[in-house]
């Protein structure tokens, strides 16, 4: 094990990829993701790591590559923001369906109109449903960690499912922070070269990306809904075996101070670090609250968050994309349904932050807690289900 | 002048690649170019196919025509994920985690999958130089979704959205020239083909394949379900769109145009028209006009391919 080093994580998320040995790196650079694509050229351009880089024409063609070198057996990685991620929509899809291990690193920005080069979650949440493994990072350990671990993950026979690993735009990705990374035997030796099931090979021929009649259409996706559901389990056992090789210690949900606390907060990303922070303040002001903090986004982690919320009075999910006329954020709606479904007999609130890169200081934040733990029900205004932190009308 | 002859036609083996039981129309000659194009290409080779007619025709879950190693991603994309393939096969091999040996990567697409929605994926394919050949089989339509126009299609032939009408004399454009855009790429191979001239066709495979680099070859494949011919005609017309000077037969080798078949004296493009329902409503105007345009084409190629 290393000393730590000091690295934009950006660079650290690089190295992870050259940790995982990646094979095939096809990509398009868009801002916030472009320090990691530059740095993985340099890699591959100074023979640091043996790979194919295909400097594609679009996101697109990024990830309609990927889906071709995964399918010839290559690991596969590449990395995306905002618009780069709508313009790979399409193929988000048809990795996740034909059961293609790649893994993205998600540099989260908003989305335009209008354009805005800053982070929000508005690209990962509008590709929520792509059938793709999602994980959310706070900070740069966890960037790198979640690298080595999503190729673990993607790989495993049980699995054969892509995984996007998210991290902030900016409030994440361009900031230094203090990293260790694994030693390359002791990740060999975690992550071993990807056996894949089947190849594109003339040795031996198969058909792939077949269309499918309503008789059959519904059994692929249920076939494949099935993979990721069963794919928790997989994310768990590598969490673990992760702790254990490495000593640093993941769960698919993060809690902070929940025990004591009978208001919590949730949110995903770098925001938790704020969250954190905030909650120790208040800690140290004799006021109780806790932090729920989904590491897994999808598969959601049900019976996890049902576990941690079912003693709980409040929660707060604090979210960075707009609803786009939806009741609530898309993290939100996703917790009631799981309130409603559970029996739980919590409060709910909804609060969308930090959107286009907007910061969020402490203080308010410390505002926000003090009057969601205070009061029956926060009271928004223009009649809407969810608050939109420091807008101005 | 005769074609120099490559190949003799036993030089092609027995064995099918694109087997029997695919569901494409009466007459297709897009499978049996691909049918014919693929015994060159052999056992050692990977197909990433565009959606369109070839891909629907041939792989309903849980069936399959291919007897080669074959990926369907989407409709835009063939030339990409065949770029992925290339990269992937490669550095598997240099890392010796497969056996060395030659692979064919090859991406093939329609019309519409090329001149239109894939353009952009192909440029960047050539552009970079994978070593890969694209064949674009060139209906001149969207026939898998029921004959809409695309950029391929003819001046003045009818299609679902190119209609004759009091206000329209159905396709108002001229043909894109795709070949030509592919040697703007400067590859190393660039051909025209027909499988009405199959030795021909067959002769462009084998320079494609062996070609290092990016190689592309553009497919005339008459559609008797789209042209409104009998499926009994589809050699036909291939041939008379070759003897009119419609689609002339070339290949363009590092730059070096060189027309593999010539048909001078052209014959009259009426000849080709004629018979087809697609051109039907066109007036003796349009046709001269048509004439004209292939007149000036077919003088233009052989200026190019008197180039030195």
């Known amino acids: 094990m290393s000393a730590n080093k000091g690295m934009e994580v950006s660079i650290a998320a690089s190295v992870a990829a050259k940790l995982a040995r990646v094979e095939v790196i096809a990509a398009y650079p868009i801002t916030p993701q472009t320090h990691i694509v530059e740095h993985l050229a340099d890699i591959v351009a100074n023979g640091e790591l043996d790979a194919s880089y295909i400097n594609v024409e679009s996101e697109h063609s990024a990830m309609s590559a990927c889906v071709g070198a995964s399918a010839s057996g290559a690991r596969t990685f590449t990395s995306t923001s905002a618009q780069g991620m709508e313009l790979m929509h399409e193929i988000l899809f048809i990795a996740s369906g034909m059961r293609l291990p790649i893994v993205m690193a998600a540099v989260n920005r908003a989305l335009s109109s209008p354009l805005s080069i800053w982070g929000d979650h508005s690209d990962v949440m509008a590709a929520r449903d792509t059938g793709w493994i999602m994980l959310f990072t706070e900070n740069g350990q966890e960037v790198v960690d979640s690298i080595i671990m999503a190729f673990k993950i993607a790989e495993d026979r049980k699995v054969l499912l892509p995984v996007m690993v998210n991290l902030d735009g900016f409030s994440l990705s361009h900031v230094i922070e203090p990293i260790q990374f694994p030693a390359q035997e002791d990740v060999d030796r975690f992550l071993p070269p990807y056996a894949p099931l089947y190849t594109l090979h003339p040795d031996r021929p198969v058909t792939m990306g077949a269309y499918a009649m309503p008789e059959l259409y519904t059994e692929a996706k249920y076939g494949q809904e099935m993979a990721i559901r069963n794919s928790k389990a997989v994310v768990k056992e590598v969490m673990d075996q992760f702790s254990t090789e490495f000593g640093r210690k993941y769960s698919i949900v993060e809690t902070y101070n929940t025990e004591n606390a009978d208001t919590v907060f949730m949110a995903l990303g770098s925001i938790n670090e704020n969250i954190k922070t905030a909650i120790d303040i208040l800690k140290d002001n004799g006021k109780e609250l806790g932090l729920v903090a989904p590491r897994l986004f999808r598969p959601f982690p049900a019976d996890e968050l049902v576990e941690v919320l079912k003693t709980k009075k409040k929660l707060a999910v604090l979210e960075r994309a707009m609803p786009g006329g939806a009741m609530n954020g898309p993290l939100y709606n996703e917790i009631a349904s799981l309130v409603i479904q559970n029996g739980l007999n919590i409060q709910l609130e909804n609060f969308i932050f930090g959107l286009g890169g907007r910061d969020v200081e402490p203080d308010e934040l410390i505002d926000l807690f003090e009057q969601v733990s205070t009061s029956a029900k926060v009271v928004h205004a223009d009649n809407k289900n969810y608050g939109v932190i420091g807008v101005r009308s | ?308």
């Open chain 2, 1 to 308: 002048m005769r074609m120099k002859s490559l190949e003799r036609y036993t030089d092609t083996p027995d064995f099918e690649y694109a087997t029997s039981g695919h569901r494409a129309c009466q007459g297709c000659a897009e499978i049996l170019a691909l049918r014919l194009g693929l015994k060159v290409f052999g056992r050692d080779s990977i197909i990433a196919m565009a959606t369109g007619c070839m891909e629907i025709i041939s792989t309903p879950l849980p069936t399959t025509s291919w007897r080669l190693p074959w990926i369907h991603v989407a409709f835009e994309n063939a030339a990409a994920v065949a770029s992925g393939i290339e990269s992937g096969i490669k550095i598997q091999m240099e890392k010796g985690k497969i056996a060395k040996k030659d692979i064919n990567v090859i991406a093939i697409a329609g019309d519409g999958g090329t001149s239109d929605i894939g353009l952009q994926a192909l440029s960047g394919a050539m552009e970079r130089g994978h070593n890969f050949t694209y064949i674009c089989v060139d209906n001149e339509a969207y026939m898998n979704t029921g004959i809409q126009r695309s950029s391929s299609t003819p001046f003045g032939a009818m299609t679902t959205t190119s209609p004759p009408g009091k206000k329209s004399i159905g396709q108002k454009t001229q043909k894109k020239n795709m070949p030509k855009i592919a040697v703007a790429h400067n590859i190393p191979y660039v051909a025209t083909a027909c499988p009405s001239y199959p030795f021909d066709f067959l002769a462009k495979i084998k320079k494609a394949k062996e070609t290092n680099g990016p190689a592309y070859i553009h497919v005339l494949s008459v559609c008797p379900t789209g042209w409104r011919v009998p499926s009994d005609q589809a050699i036909h017309y291939g041939r008379l769109a070759v003897r009119t000077g419609v689609f002339p037969l070339y290949e363009v080798e590092n730059g070096r145009y060189r027309i593999t078949y010539s048909p001078e004296p052209l014959r009259p493009v009426t000849e080709y028209i004629k018979g087809q329902g697609r051109f039907r409503h066109l007036t003796d105007d349009l046709i001269a006009q048509i004439q004209e345009q292939v007149n000036h084409d077919w003088q233009e190629l052989k200026n190019y391919s008197e180039m030195k």
